[in-house]
């Protein structure tokens, strides 16, 4: 690498929202994946020509020497920031301060530092911790939730139980940290799919997180859950307005005390959907609703994507 480059691990993973934001490589990889776990997820491929990326985090002076490097490529303007890869929230805290921290200083307009963070990794940090990196500027963790019913998790080897999740949701929240959520409609497949969708809704309800996204489940090839649909352990949700059906119900279920900014406009989601829960709720199952009348209006299967 030159002086003058920032260090990346290709392919880096970012949340959609994201797209406008420096990357900071602060780790690379992911803990799960490195654990074999989410048989879902495009981090955990088998038999592919190009091997995946192995997890470690990168030693705190050279992530420094990025924001410095950063600072001097794209000038003092930058307001967003977001920590690679798929967990940053694993770095210890005293590490992870001082590599936020050295964002605000390399960049005074500097409005959010984001990251991905697992479940267990926000519960293994003590509310003080969590509050002192909140005050130092990351201000927005992105969790995924994936699902709300603990056997869709044990299903795709999530490695994480429904009430850890919660907790990890209320504790960043409680942290005065904002939290976005994520979760994948069809991760139940045909079998478990009604009570995918109710209990998603159910444990937004209880996390009552700052921004949910709901994405659509699309096979990566190569993964665990590949191969579970070619030997017939697992039946997609193949029918686009089942999909929608799914999202109702989710929608339905979710009843939070406080607003949630509510997207659904992922490129895999056959039907874009934005709004507020609870104001537009009603709002949005129409939309739903109209469309599951309406087919035409949802994107056609060559038009998505990951």
């Known amino acids: 690498m030159r002086q003058t480059e920032m260090y990346y691990a290709e392919p880096v993973y970012r949340p959609p929202s994201e797209h406008a934001s420096l990357l900071i490589q602060a780790s690379v990889g992911c803990s799960a994946a490195a654990a074999g776990r989410c048989h879902f997820c495009n981090s955990n491929v088998f038999n592919q020509t190009v091997p995946q990326k192995k997890f470690r985090i990168r030693p705190t002076e050279e992530i420094l020497e990025d924001i410095v ?48 963070a697992c479940s267990d990794d926000i519960i293994r940090k003590d509310p003080a911790e969590l509050t002192e990196l909140r005050q130092a500027g990351l201000n927005l ?64 309800t209880a996390m009552n997180p700052s921004y949910l996204a709901a994405l659509t489940l699309m096979v990566v090839p190569g993964t665990v859950l590949d191969y579970m649909v070619k030997e017939r352990t697992f039946e997609l949700v193949t029918d ?46 129409g939309s739903i609703s109209n469309a599951i009348q309406n087919p035409a209006r949802l994107k056609s299967e060559y038009l998505r994507g990951l």
């Open 240 to 285: 686009p307005l089942d999909v929608l059906q799914e999202l109702h119900l989710l929608i339905t279920n979710i009843e939070t005390s406080w607003p949630v900014v509510f997207r659904a406009n992922h490129a895999s989601n056959y039907l874009s959907l934005r709004g507020n829960l609870p104001e537009h709720k009603e709002q949005m199952l």
């Open 69 to 116: 490097r950063g600072r001097k490529l794209y000038g003092p303007q930058v307001e967003k920031i977001f920590l690679l890869d798929s967990n940053a929230m694993v770095i210890k805290s005293r590490e992870l301060l001082k590599i936020v921290r050295q964002c605000y200083e390399m960049f005074p307009h500097l409005k959010q530092v984001s990251c991905y």
């Open 141 to 204: 963790v992105f969790i995924g939730l994936e699902s709300g019913d603990q056997q869709v998790l044990d299903l795709m080897n999530k490695g994480a139980t429904v009430e850890n999740q919660i907790r990890a949701v209320i504790k960043a929240n409680d942290a005065g940290m904002r939290t976005s959520v994520s979760v994948i409609l069809g991760l139940g497949g045909k079998k478990l799919s009604e009570q995918h969708a109710i209990n998603t809704g159910k444990v937004i």
